[in-house]
C-alpha cells in the first residue's frame, strides 16, 4: 500500500480491522467486478431503447448492491460534492473498502481545495417541456459540481426549480432570455461566486478544469472565456451552446449598462452578447493552452477528435476548426450537443474509468503548467 493510500481517512470498516482482511478484499473485489460486467452486459442489451439511467434503474435487482447504491446516488443527490457524498454514501453503508487496490479513487484536495477559492455559479438555459428529458440530467451529472446553480426557463416551476424569465419562448427571444438570466443573477446572487458561467441543457461542464483554468484569471478585470468565433465582432464572441463564463466586472458591466451597450432581443443571442461585451469594454478572453489547445467546445467530443464539422465552421471558428486529440486541452472545459446518454457516458470516462498502473492527471500540475 503506497505512502498516499495510508494517509487516507478510511477507517471504520470493520472488515479490515481482522485477520479476515484477504478474504474481505477478495470477497469485495469480487462483488464489484461481477456487478460491473452485469451493469455493462445491461447497459449494451438496454441503451439503444431507452436512456441509460433508466434502464439501469429498471434492472434493480440483476445489479450488484455497490452499482445500486451508485446510481441511486446520482438521483438523489441534489447539490454539493459528487465524490464527498458518494463517499459518504458508501462508508456509512460499510461495504466497500477503498484500500483495496482494485478500487479506483483519486487524491481529490486539489479540486477541492479549487472548489472553495474559484467559486462558480452555473447557470442553464432550459424550456418547460425539456426539464424532464434534458434539464434533469445536467442536474444529476454535472451540475451538481458548480458551487450554485440556476435552471432559467419561460415558466418558474417551484418543483424542478426554475426561474421564469417572463418572456415568451423561442429562439428569437433568446438574447432578452439571456440577459434576463444574467440580469436576475447580478441582483439575487452576485456575492455568491467568483464566476459566472452561462450553459445550455445540453452542454457538458467539467468543473474541475473550469476552477483550474481560472484560478490564473482576474475575476475583477471585465473578461469572458468561451469557444472564440471570430466573425460578426471585431473580437469576435463566444459560442453559447459551449457555454460561456463572466467574470464579477463583466457580469456587473453587462447588468448595469446593457439598456445603453446591448441590442434587447432579437439577433443570435451569443453573437449579440458578444457585441454587448465589446461595447462594455469586457474583453474577449484567451483560453487555449500553452500547446495552443482548446478547452471550451461548441460541438461534442466526437467531432472535435474526428472532424465532421458543418462548413460554416471553418469560417467561424478562431483557433482553425482544428481536430484530433492534439487540438483539444488535456484539461478541456466544456462540449456541447451531449444528449443525456453521453452525460452519463461522460460522468463515467471521466470521474471513473482509468488505466490501471497510470497515475492520475494530478501529477502533472505541481510539475508544470498547461
Ligand atoms: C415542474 O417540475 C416537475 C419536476 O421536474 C415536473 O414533474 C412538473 O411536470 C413541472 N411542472 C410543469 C407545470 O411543467
Ligand atoms: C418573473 O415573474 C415572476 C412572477 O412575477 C417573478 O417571481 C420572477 O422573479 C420573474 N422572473 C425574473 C427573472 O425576473
Ligand atoms: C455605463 O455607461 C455609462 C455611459 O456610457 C458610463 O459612464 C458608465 O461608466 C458605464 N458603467 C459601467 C459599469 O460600465
Ligand atoms: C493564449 O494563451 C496561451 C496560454 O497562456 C498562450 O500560450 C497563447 O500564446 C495565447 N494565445 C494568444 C493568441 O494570445
Known sequence: MSDQRKGDIRQGVPCIRSVRVNFCVGLTTGVVITSLLLGLSLIQRTSLKRPFYEAVHQQNDALGHWYQQYIDHLSNQQSGDLHADFDRNIKSHGEIDFKDEHVHHDDDKLARNLYDRVRILCWVMTAPQSLETKAIHVKKTWGKRCNKIIFFSSETNLTFPTIGLNISEGRDHLTAKTRGAF??????????????????????????????????????????????????????????????????????????????????????????????????????????????????????????????????????????????????SDYAITFHYINPNKMYALEYLIYHLRPYGILSGMQDLNHKKI
Open 183 to 328: 440580469n436576475y443573477i447580478y441582483k439575487h446572487h452576485f456575492d455568491e461566486a467568483d464566476w459566472f458561467i452561462k450553459c445550455d441543457d445540453d452542454t457538458y461542464v467539467i468543473l474541475e478544469n473550469l476552477r483550474y483554468f481560472l484560478s490564473n484569471e482576474d475575476t475583477n478585470t471585465p473578461i469572458y472565456f468561451g469557444h472564440h468565433f471570430k466573425t460578426i465582432v471585431k473580437q469576435g464572441y463566444f459560442s453559447g451552446g459551449a457555454g460561456y463564463v463572466l467574470s464579477k466586472e463583466a457580469l456587473r458591466r453587462l447588468s448595469l449598462n446593457h439598456s445603453v451597450a446591448c441590442r434587447q432581443d432579437g439577433g443570435a443571442e451569443d453573437a449579440e452578447i458578444g457585441a454587448c461585451m465589446q461595447n462594455l469594454g469586457v474583453k474577449a478572453g484567451n483560453s487555449t493552452d500553452s500547446l495552443g489547445r482548446s478547452r471550451f467546445h461548441c460541438f461534442d467530443w466526437e467531432t472535435h477528435l474526428v472532424g465532421g464539422y458543418p462548413d460554416w465552421y471553418y469560417k467561424y471558428d478562431a483557433l482553425g476548426a482544428k481536430k484530433g486529440e492534439k487540438s483539444m
